[in-house]
């Protein structure tokens, strides 16, 4: 009998417990599909290991967007091209980018409304032990960059400004921009186009910079949104919430310096504290406004030309 009344408990234990797992169960897809919900309402936005993103990490982490009233999240890639596929697949609505893959992503479908211009800056700089000391020297030396973006346009400008061939500058496609700095530091690339933060790692080891896109007067950075949320209420209100979000951010990087907020730095570029000890320290962050039609002008005809040269290349009609 004693036996019998263990095997009804061990059973009835058992049962409890498979209700208990069940209902865990039950629970977690009912967490994950509110979740699903909630991302799916809120306004994402793709951004970079890069210092033109700041002013969105200082307004992530400082809880700007809830305190005006916005559910509005940041969602993190390694390259900006991965943020313009999540762009086009229609997992974020709004990216931090260019001015040249903006142009890219509407060839390639998607209409986009800049609603800031950064004032993200671009230096090439060369392998301290490739011993290249100006543009001319890029001859038969490889070159990181990204297909269709500021970098490539840069790329191109630095080759025509001493009139190099272009195929005797050899253009490696490498999106991540941690992993381009990586390979300068294990001396696997030549030469490279880097922004803030990873241009003053580059720097701090002596690498030699032979080209500043803020010299060259270009304003290529951008903060786009797809042009099709301002039909939608709620979405539009979201976008207002950004923008407010980005200037109080702003004004407080401003008032503070780009070291003030350090820390952010670091967490959110994967960069030492070094690398934040060594930053420009006239760095300055203006409040969100439309790109200069120029610069928009800019990019669009350098990149027609290039997909133009490319599409002839393909077709095997012609070369560059």
């Known amino acids: 009998m004693k036996h019998i009344v263990f095997i009804l408990l061990s059973v009835a234990m058992l049962v409890a417990c498979g209700q208990s797992y069940e209902e865990k169960k039950l629970q977690t897809r009912q967490q994950r599909a509110r979740q699903a919900r909630e991302d799916s309402a809120a306004l994402k936005i793709a951004v970079t290991p890069t210092l033109d993103c700041l002013p969105l990490y200082v307004a992530a982490d400082y809880g700007l967007f809830g305190t005006l009233g916005a559910d509005v ?9 991965d943020c313009d596929e999540a762009m086009l697949a229609g997992r974020v609505e709004c990216t931090v980018t260019d001015l040249v893959r903006g142009q890219y992503i509407m060839e390639r ?11 993200a800056c671009w230096q090439l700089i060369t392998n301290r032990n490739a011993r290249i000391r100006n543009l001319k020297q890029l001859n038969d030396k490889m070159l990181a960059m990204t297909r269709y973006s500021a970098t490539d346009l840069l790329g191109d400008y630095a080759v025509d400004s ?22 300068l530091e294990n001396n696997e690339m030549d030469a490279m186009l880097l922004t803030e933060p990873q241009a003053t790692a580059a720097r701090i080891r002596k690498h030699p910079v032979l080209m500043d896109s803020r010299k060259l007067g270009l304003r290529l950075g951008a903060v786009a949104v797809r042009a099709d949320l301002k039909k939608d209420t709620a979405r539009s209100r979201q976008v207002d919430v950004l923008i407010k979000a980005y200037d109080m951010a702003c004004d407080s990087i401003n008032k503070y310096g780009v070291r003030g907020y350090g820390e952010a730095i670091a967490r959110h570029c994967k960069v030492s504290r070094e690398v934040v000890g060594r930053l420009p ?3 300055k962050f203006v409040h969100a406004a439309s790109p200069r039609k120029a610069d928009i002008d800019y990019a669009e005809a350098w990149l027609r030309e290039r997909m133009e040269s490319d599409a002839t290349i393909q077709s095997g009609d012609g070369s560059k």
């Open 73 to 81: 999240r940041l969602k993190y890639y390694a390259a900006r091209m």
């Open 162 to 183: 001493v009139k190099l061939k272009p195929e005797m500058v050899f253009r490696i496609q490498i999106n991540d921009v941690n992993l381009r700095l990586k390979m």
């Open 109 to 119: 479908g998607m209409p986009l409304e800049y609603v800031a211009a950064t004032d």
């Open 281 to 283: 320290e006239d760095m």
